[in-house]
């Protein structure tokens, strides 16, 4: 074990999107922080997600951030040299009754009272435009213009080269083993050395919540594997991400004709070999999901399953701001399957707090202590 101990401007606990993006902004404002990551970068939540960039359908706290995300990926080329493979091809989700209907009419009647008008109620013929292959059970939807999806791989992996090139360091195989505050210092105990900063960030995903516990804040998450399908390659039918009302779907297919399939079935999570196992029922629901959307996938040959091990909160929300219980911490983690979209702005927000001490974006419903005692 290495006895030295490497300073930084701030240790950043977590090599995903978020923790990189994080790298990214402190970077471009000057610091040097140094990212830890106990495998590889991206290796669980940010390269085994849907990938959606997606602003339809947010919750409503998360909308702010979301309008203010979807920029950044619009100018991501110019900002990070890499687009990570961003398409901006728009979301569809699907109504098959008129219960469904009526709820694309609330949900939409909902974001205009906010001051939004992003998300589109479209009917049958709309759908049929810009979805032909969608199955005759859809009576409409929601469309939402901008949005798309990327390469999760490719983009947390833009935000990485972009931080270390402006000075950021990422250490891979770098497992944190304990955390000290040292006067005005935090000292961060590793499989591989010490690092000390000022500032720590938690972006450590799944495993944030003890993270947060290190550092006296209690956050209940849940770490939950969520599984995606892939297809062979398939002749193009479809160009917006699409999802469904009242069915489990998240649905892309990309440039290479290959079928992405999610939407949020679970699998099993071993939280001590950070391993996941598939549930092949619930998969079995998923592809039939695909399938009653579009037809064109009861004849498709799935080649690939996979699962990302991602934090969930009870309310669905992720954490992100400032520590209540240590000085000069901040939690950026348990995104609940919705983060992907989030990562650019809430990299920035990271910084912004760190430098600056605020920032103009609504974070207050995200804040580490919102959750009663447990």
């Excluded at 669980?44 to 706290?61: I, K, N, T, Y």
């Amino acid at each position: 074990m290495s006895a030295a101990t490497h300073e930084a401007d701030v240790v950043i606990i977590g090599g995903g999107l978020h923790g990189c993006s994080a790298a990214y902004h402190l970077a471009a404002k000057g610091l040097k922080p140094i990212v830890l990551e106990k495998n590889v970068v991206a290796r669980h939540a940010s390269s085994a997600s849907a990938g959606g960039v997606r602003r339809l359908g947010r919750d409503p706290a998360e909308i702010p951030l979301a309008m203010a995300s979807l920029e950044l990926w619009h100018r991501m080329g110019d900002m990070l040299g890499a687009t990570g493979d961003f398409r901006a091809t728009g979301q569809v989700r699907v109504a098959e009754t008129e219960a469904d209907m009526a709820a694309c009419a609330a949900r939409v009647k909902l974001t205009r009272s906010l001051g939004y008008d992003f998300e589109r109620l479209i009917d049958r013929n709309e759908l049929r435009r810009l979805v032909p292959a969608v199955s005759p059970a859809g009576m409409g939807g929601i469309h939402v213009e901008r949005d798309g999806y990327a390469f999760p791989f490719k983009a947390t992996t833009a935000f990485r080269h972009k931080a270390e090139e402006l000075g950021a360091v990422v250490r891979e195989g770098t497992g944190v083993t304990g955390l000290d505050r040292r006067s005005d210092r935090w000292e961060v105990a590793t499989n591989a050395g010490n690092f000390r900063a000022p500032v720590l960030v938690n972006a450590a995903g799944a495993w944030g919540g003890e993270m947060a516990a290190f550092l006296g804040d209690k956050v209940p998450i849940e770490p939950t594997a969520l599984m995606m399908m892939v297809s062979e390659r398939m002749p193009h039918f479809v160009d917006p991400t699409v999802g469904a009302i009242s069915r489990k779907l998240s649905f892309k297919q990309m440039q290479s004709g290959t079928v992405v399939i999610g939407g949020g079935f679970k699998g099993l999570v071993d939280r001590i070999t950070e391993l996941t196992e598939l549930n092949f029922q619930h998969l079995a629901q998923s592809a039939r999901n695909a399938a009653a959307i579009f037809p064109i996938m009861k004849g498709a040959r799935l080649i690939r399953c996979w699962a990302g091990i991602e934090g969930f909160t009870p309310d669905d929300l992720p954490v992100i701001g400032p520590s209540k219980a240590a000085p000069a911490a901040y939690h950026s983690f348990a995104f609940c399957g919705h983060g992907f979209q989030l990562g650019p702005i809430v990299g920035a927000i990271t910084a912004e707090l760190i430098v600056n001490g605020k920032t103009n974006l609504p974070i207050e419903p995200f804040r580490v202590d919102r959750f009663p005692a447990h």
